[in-house]
């Protein structure tokens, strides 16, 4: 049990380390809000499908599955093999 207390203390010191360092650079609201416009086009790709693939994960597929059955879960492996091989859909959406 004193191992798990003591990967939280480690895990939330890491945060607090994390976040101390991250403050010195930000320096107004759009260091926060944007990030100083330094992140490039992959970044914004990448984050733009996290979103959409924890919205489809999340609630797309609970209800699908409520819906029609336990065996319309076989299409989360599809989603994930797909926004995991190259050319996926992040390539398409940082070229818009």
């Known amino acids: 049990m004193f191992e798990k207390y003591a990967m939280i203390v480690i895990y939330f010191s890491i945060l607090m380390v994390l976040g ?8 107004n609201m759009n ?13 914004a790709a990448f ?6 693939e924890s919205a489809w994960l999340l609630l797309g597929l609970t209800g699908m599955g409520a819906m029609l059955g336990f065996s319309t879960y076989w299409s989360s ?18 070229s818009a």
């Open 47 to 52: 984050s733009a499908q996290a979103t959409g």
């Open 31 to 43: 260091d926060f809000v944007i990030g100083g416009k330094t992140l490039s086009y992959w970044v």
């Open 20 to 27: 101390y360092i991250a403050s010195k650079r930000v320096r």
């Open 77 to 94: 492996s599809a989603n994930c093999s797909v926004s995991a091989s190259p050319g996926s859909s992040w390539r398409i959406a940082s």
